[in-house]
């Protein structure tokens, strides 16, 4: 199994980009991951954020295969314990998912379109984080659920 990770825009903060680059290259070990960065739009004063949402969604609905299975990390999701993550991700991988999509959305959410084409909705806390830093915590969440799978000491029970 793969994993694919969408996001929308770019970090430029060093401390963000060297601690994602952390845990993907820790990643290397358990499987592959695709990093997706959609641009952000550049026009984002002259439009609503109905608009804005459906052009962000446009461009993430455009980065999947037919296959992908789509879940959105969003505040309505649904919430797990690390073990719960773990197993989930070891769900994924018995039932011969070929892509696992996690997509962190802008500022704004999500477009309906990408709701509707969503298989799941995942809420990494019910405490508002900014995006930056949600690309950090869904790497080492990811990350923490491949140790729990490979029974390795990174997570202590």
């Keep these: 199994m ?25 990643l290397k070990h358990y499987i592959k991951l695709d990093w997706v960065e959609i641009p952000d739009y ?7 954020a109905e ?13 999947l295969q037919s296959g992908d299975e789509l879940i959105l990390l969003d505040e309505k999701g649904k919430e797990f314990t690390s073990n719960e993550f773990s197993a989930f991700f070891r769900k994924k991988m ?3 998912l070929k892509n ?15 709701y509707q ?8 806390s ?8 949600i690309r950090v915590f869904i ?3 990811i990350y923490r659920g491949f140790t729990i799978i490979k029974g390795e000491p990174y997570h202590h029970n």
């Design 139 to 141: 790497l080492e969440q």
């Design 2 to 26: 793969k994993i694919t990770v969408i996001v929308v825009g770019k970090s430029n903060d060093k401390s963000i980009i060297s601690l994602m680059d952390e845990y993907q290259k820790r």
């Design 100 to 114: 696992l999509v996690f997509v962190i959305g802008g500022a704004y959410g999500f477009s309906d379109e990408v």
């Design 117 to 124: 084409r969503a298989n799941g909705k995942i809420a990494l």
């Design 42 to 48: 550049k026009n984002r004063g002259k439009v609503t």
């Design 126 to 133: 019910k405490l508002t984080f900014p995006h930056q830093l």
């Design 94 to 96: 018995n039932s011969g």
């Design 51 to 63: 608009e804005l949402k459906k052009i962000e969604g446009q461009s993430i609905l455009s980065k």
